[in-house]
C-alpha cells in the first residue's frame, strides 16, 4: 500500500507529508496530507481491491458524489483528481481531495462526551441534509431485500413498507464530521435511503449522551414519527447486527431498548 501510495503521488504530481498515515478498516485504505505541485493542501487516499471487485458503489462513492453534489455547498470535500492503477491482481484507486484540518467531533464513531455545539451548527446540518436528500441519483445505500431480512430479525417486526427514498450520507455518524464549519466527510456508500436514515444512523450513534441524542431527536422531527419508523428499524437492525458480530458491543443495550421502542410503535 505504502508504494502504491508513493506511485499515486507521483503520479497525481502532490508532495505528501512524512509520517502521517491514516489506515483504515482491515488496512484496505492508506491517506495522508499532502500539497499539491502549487502547494495547495490536498488529501491522498489510496483504496485497494481484487482487480475483479475494483469497481460498483463504495469504489465509485467518491467520484460518483463529486458529479452529482460538487463540494455541496462547501459542506464535502471536493475530489481534485483520480488515478488507477493495476499490479498482480490488485486494483488501486487514489483520490486527491481538498484537505479538511478542522478534527472530527469524535475519534470514535459513537459518541462519548458532548460536543456542546451551537443552534447553527444544527441548522447548517439540517439544511445541508435537506439539499442532499434531494439529489437525484440511481445508488443505492439500502436495499429492500436487505430490511425485509434484517429488521424482523434484530429488531423483531415485519420491514415496514418504504413509501419514501431519499438521498443519503449512509455513514453519518461523529467521527464523519466536523464542527467549524460543518464538513461531511467520506462518501463511499451514499445514496438512495428510506426517508430519515440519516438522522436515525446519527442518533444512533449518539445513544450514550442523553442530552445530545435528545438535541438530535429535537434537530429532526420525523424521528419518532409513523414516517421514520422504517428508517429508526433498518439503522437499529444494521447496528444490532454489528453487536453479533462483536462490534459497537458499548452500544448493545442501548439498541436493545431502541428496539423494545420500535417494537411499541409498530402499525
Same mark, same amino acid.
Given at each position: 500500500?505504502?508504494?502504491h501510495?508513493?506511485?499515486?503521488?507521483?503520479?497525481?504530481?502532490?508532495?505528501?507529508?512524512?509520517?502521517k498515515?491514516?489506515?483504515?478498516?482491515?488496512?484496505?485504505?492508506?491517506g495522508?496530507?499532502?500539497?499539491?505541485?502549487?502547494?495547495?493542501?490536498?488529501?491522498?487516499?489510496?483504496?485497494?481491491?481484487?482487480?475483479?471487485?475494483?469497481?460498483g458503489?463504495?469504489?465509485?462513492?467518491?467520484?460518483?458524489?463529486?458529479?452529482a453534489?460538487?463540494?455541496l455547498?462547501?459542506? !464535502?470535500?471536493?475530489?481534485?483528481?483520480?488515478?488507477?492503477?493495476?499490479?498482480?491482481?490488485?486494483?488501486?484507486?487514489?483520490?486527491?481531495?481538498?484537505?479538511?484540518?478542522?478534527?472530527?467531533?469524535?475519534?470514535?464513531?459513537i459518541?462519548?462526551?458532548?460536543?456542546n455545539?451551537?443552534?447553527?451548527?444544527?441548522?447548517?446540518?439540517?439544511?445541508?441534509?435537506?439539499?442532499?436528500?434531494a439529489?437525484?441519483?440511481?445508488?443505492?445505500?439500502?436495499?429492500?431485500?436487505?430490511?425485509?431480512?434484517?429488521?424482523?430479525?434484530?429488531?423483531?417486526?415485519?420491514?415496514?413498507?418504504?413509501?419514501?427514498?431519499?438521498?443519503?450520507?449512509?455513514?453519518?455518524?461523529?467521527?464523519?464530521?466536523?464542527?467549524?464549519?460543518?464538513?461531511?466527510?467520506?462518501?463511499?456508500?451514499?445514496?438512495?435511503?428510506?426517508?430519515?436514515?440519516?438522522?436515525?444512523?446519527?442518533?444512533?450513534?449518539?445513544?450514550?449522551?442523553p442530552?445530545?441524542?435528545?438535541?438530535?431527536?429535537?434537530?429532526?422531527?420525523?424521528?419518532?414519527?409513523?414516517?421514520?419508523?422504517?428508517?429508526?428499524?433498518?439503522?437499529?437492525?444494521?447496528?444490532?447486527?454489528?453487536?453479533?458480530?462483536?462490534? /459497537?458491543?458499548?452500544l448493545?443495550? !442501548?439498541?436493545?431498548?431502541?428496539?423494545? /421502542?420500535?417494537?411499541?410503535?409498530?402499525?
Amino acid at each position: 500500500m505504502r508504494t502504491h501510495h508513493a506511485r499515486a503521488a507521483q503520479a497525481l504530481d502532490v508532495r505528501t507529508e512524512p509520517g502521517k498515515e491514516f489506515w483504515g478498516w482491515a488496512g484496505r485504505t492508506l491517506g495522508t496530507p499532502a500539497r499539491t505541485a502549487t502547494g495547495k493542501p490536498a488529501w491522498l487516499r489510496l483504496a485497494a481491491a481484487p482487480q475483479d471487485k475494483a469497481g460498483g458503489k463504495l469504489w465509485d462513492g467518491a467520484l460518483d458524489a463529486q458529479h452529482a453534489l460538487g463540494d455541496l455547498d462547501g459542506h !464535502r470535500p471536493a475530489l481534485l483528481e483520480v488515478h488507477d492503477a493495476f499490479d498482480d491482481g490488485t486494483a488501486y484507486r487514489a483520490e486527491l481531495s481538498a484537505r479538511v484540518d478542522e478534527p472530527v467531533l469524535s475519534d470514535d464513531p459513537i459518541l462519548h462526551q458532548d460536543p456542546n455545539l451551537p443552534d447553527s451548527w444544527w441548522e447548517t446540518l439540517i439544511g445541508t441534509l435537506e439539499k442532499l436528500s434531494a439529489t437525484s441519483t440511481d445508488r443505492i445505500a439500502v436495499r429492500e431485500q436487505y430490511m425485509n431480512r434484517a429488521v424482523p430479525e434484530f429488531v423483531g417486526i415485519p420491514a415496514p413498507t418504504v413509501t419514501c427514498w431519499t438521498t443519503a450520507h449512509a455513514d453519518l455518524h461523529w467521527a464523519n464530521l466536523t464542527a467549524s464549519p460543518l464538513r461531511l466527510l467520506d462518501w463511499e456508500g451514499w445514496g438512495q435511503a428510506p426517508q430519515g436514515f440519516d438522522c436515525a444512523t446519527l442518533y444512533a450513534y449518539t445513544l450514550l449522551q442523553p442530552d445530545t441524542a435528545a438535541r438530535v431527536l429535537a434537530a429532526f422531527p420525523i424521528l419518532g414519527s409513523p414516517a421514520g419508523l422504517v428508517a429508526e428499524a433498518t439503522v437499529c437492525a444494521q447496528l444490532l447486527q454489528t453487536v453479533s458480530r462483536g462490534d /459497537n458491543l458499548v452500544l448493545k443495550d !442501548r439498541l436493545r431498548d431502541w428496539a423494545e /421502542n420500535l417494537r411499541h410503535r409498530q402499525p
